[in-house]
């Protein structure tokens, strides 16, 4: 593996732990506080900004995001996504500090599998391509596509189902949003003063807003079924991201045919394990929520 390379995945999986970190310290506070309404936006940040414990998991999430942004400028995007999803991973052993959960059996193997799967994506990449040359008229078609899609489940979707409704639109906004930081890491690349005035910088910006408020307003109108909420959201995000990798970023899969029969099965078996964790990570939520009613 290229000293460059493991640099990168390094640094996502530090990037992992910062946004599960924040997560967990923002979601009480959004319990506490007001609710969640585009209508409102600058009422709602005003009160959350005053929750010593949100602005804390704030700060730790923009030093996440710094981390994943460096990360992509080394490593392509669906192995950044990938080693990302290893957040769920750190939950296990916060859920059993935090909130007694016991390990069960499907935690371990959850972990266990994910770690493997990711140790296996790190080897047999071959040489690395440049990760960040990009189609403009590519991603722009994906990222119309998918704010189509997010604008169709955040708007039309009512009733019992509004909440997973709001969690994959949330997660499809988080995905387009990795991909265009990836795409901004490539034109910082190509010189640092031409980021302010690219159109991909304004567009993620917005990608990020919309999925901050559609993510924190399903858990706030799903608070009894956190755990599909944060399947849906999770898995949407790396689908969405890593597909994006392939499809708009020219990812390899792998250095021969047997490397790249060897990666489809580690994302799937990555994907498999966000389901397994989640649990963790929901018992995580329920005892923020116990602590703060």
Not at 113 to 142: H, K, R
Not at 218 to 245: C, E, P, Y
Request: a neutral charge.
């Amino acid at each position: 593996m290229q000293a460059g390379l493991a640099f990168g995945l390094l640094l996502a999986l530090a990037s992992a732990y910062l946004f599960n970190l924040s997560y967990i310290l923002q979601h009480g506070a959004f319990d506490r506080g007001p609710e969640v309404d585009l209508k409102h936006p600058i009422t709602t940040l005003r009160a959350l900004f005053s929750d010593r414990p949100w602005l804390i998991g704030t700060i730790a999430g923009a030093v996440g995001f710094v981390l994943n942004a460096v990360a992509l400028a080394f490593a392509p995007l669906s192995l950044v996504q990938a080693f990302l999803a290893s957040g769920l991973a750190f939950a296990v052993p916060m859920s059993v500090r935090m909130a007694g959960h016991k390990t069960s059996t499907r935690d371990v193997v959850g972990v266990s599998v994910m770690t493997a799967a990711l140790i296996l994506l790190a080897f047999g990449t071959g040489e690395q391509p440049e990760s960040n040359s990009f189609s403009a008229a590519t991603l722009l078609l994906v990222t119309l596509v998918t704010v189509g899609a997010s604008l169709a489940f955040g708007l039309l979707v009512r009733g019992d189902r509004a909440a997973e409704a709001l969690a994959i639109a949330g997660g499809l906004l988080f995905g387009i949003s990795d991909a265009l930081v990836n795409a901004l890491v490539g034109v910082i690349k190509t010189g640092a003063d031409q980021l302010i005035t690219s159109p991909w910088l304004w567009i993620c910006i917005a990608s990020n807003v919309g999925a901050f408020f559609a993510w924190q307003r399903s858990l706030q109108i799903g608070r009894t079924k956190v755990l599909v909420l944060i399947v849906l959201m999770t898995a949407t995000t790396n689908v969405l991201a890593i597909g994006a990798g392939f499809a708009v970023f020219g990812d390899p899969l792998g250095a021969t045919a047997l490397w790249e029969a060897v990666h489809i099965f580690c994302f799937v078996a990555v994907g498999a394990s966000i389901w397994m964790l989640a649990p963790a990570q929901a018992a995580i939520a329920t005892s923020v929520e116990s602590k703060h009613p």
